[in-house]
């Protein structure tokens, strides 16, 4: 039993250490300590939008998980404070450069953050609701409650008070812009001081709040949710998520696709170098498209074919005269037994030959 009991420390000795990161896809990993919850977004591979507005009234309205399938996205959290009974979400929004046109007005949703592909920016949207014409030269805008870090002066409207200990939702940008940063936190543990650290630590300069409590809800594809929430699940009618650009086929693009040959553009180089090896007369084989591009591919695949064809036939048993004969050299394998056989017999005949 001594063995057995020294044994198990070992085990325990030599068990990996849990990853500090996970990577969702090239481009977006996955973090999580005690309790705070980090997706970051490499902008040069991924694409961070909010979600599109729908066209009926109440149909904006759906689980963070359910406008997360609906786009495709690999990581969704919810955004804008919302009132059902106000008919949608609370301050300006925008998807895919489309305006969420059931919004409503209040002094307490005016944190805007407005991005593009190229810029990003923490400004004031109150007064800007409906207004189609407010920053155009953002193609998606979310609201929160509040800022929790800002480059250049501090905003003078108003900043919501968060409540120590409740889940909360937030989104910021490193400072050159390359990275998006979700951040959601598990009932029990947020602050400010705390969220904006955490934020720090990833080079975030421009971060705000968006809705938290029972609202706060960070999915995953493969794992759902992954804070644990206050209260249910709620519909919601903003989103925040990450998408893995699209190649024009439908296909993930070749370098997001993880594929250990390097995906499409690998597979390609290796047809071209296949096409230009010497063919296996000496000759090189021809062009695809052939010299004036007129049938040069047809050309091709027909010697191909004949020529499979003949290896098919001359591991078939063929022989000249273009006949195929497999029956004939299973014939002449019966007959070589045959023959050995009489060989070895002919003596015995004759020695009782002789006795007769």
Request: glycine share 12%; charged share 20%.
């Amino acid at each position: 039993m001594r063995p057995v009991l020294l044994a198990v420390p070992m085990l325990f000795a030599l068990s990996p250490a849990p990853a500090l990161a996970d990577e969702l896809a090239p481009g977006l990993t996955y973090e999580v300590s005690n309790g705070y919850h980090v997706v970051i977004a490499d902008l040069a591979r991924i694409e961070v939008r909010a979600n599109h507005p729908k066209a009926g009234a109440g149909q904006d309205f759906e689980t963070v998980e359910k406008h997360a399938i609906d786009e495709g996205a690999f990581v969704a959290v919810n955004a804008n404070y919302f009132d059902a009974s106000k008919g949608g979400a609370c301050g300006v929004a925008r998807g895919f450069a489309e305006d969420f046109t059931r919004v409503y007005e209040e002094q307490t949703c005016s944190t805007t953050l407005g991005w593009s592909s190229a810029a990003a920016e923490i400004f004031s949207g109150y007064g800007h609701e409906a207004d189609s014409a407010f920053r155009t030269d953002m193609t998606d805008m979310v609201t929160g409650g509040g800022v929790l870090l800002k480059t250049g002066p501090q905003p003078n409207w108003y900043e919501v008070s968060m409540p120590t200990g409740r889940a909360m939702t937030a989104v910021g940008l490193t400072a050159d812009r390359s990275q998006f940063v979700f951040l959601a936190t598990d009932k029990g543990t947020s602050s400010v001081s705390r969220m904006k650290a955490t934020f720090t630590s990833y080079g975030v300069i421009d971060a705000i709040f968006l809705d938290g409590g029972g609202s706060t809800r960070l999915w995953i594809q493969g794992r759902s949710y992954v804070n644990l929430p206050e209260g249910a699940d709620r519909n919601v009618p903003v989103v925040v998520m990450a998408i893995v650009p699209r190649a024009p086929d439908g296909g993930l693009e070749a370098h997001d696709a993880g594929e250990p040959d390097g995906g499409q553009e690998a597979q390609d180089a290796a047809s071209t170098a296949d096409a230009a090896e010497p063919a296996a007369d000496g000759g090189t084989a021809p062009d695809a498209a052939g010299p004036e591009g007129d049938g040069g591919a047809a050309d091709a695949t027909a010697q191909g074919t004949d020529a499979g064809a003949a290896d098919a036939a001359e591991g078939a048993g063929a022989v000249s005269g273009g006949c195929t004969c497999q029956g004939a050299g299973d014939a002449g394998a019966q007959v070589l037994p045959q023959l050995v056989g009489m060989l070895v017999l002919a003596p015995v005949f004759q020695r009782r030959k002789k006795r007769q």
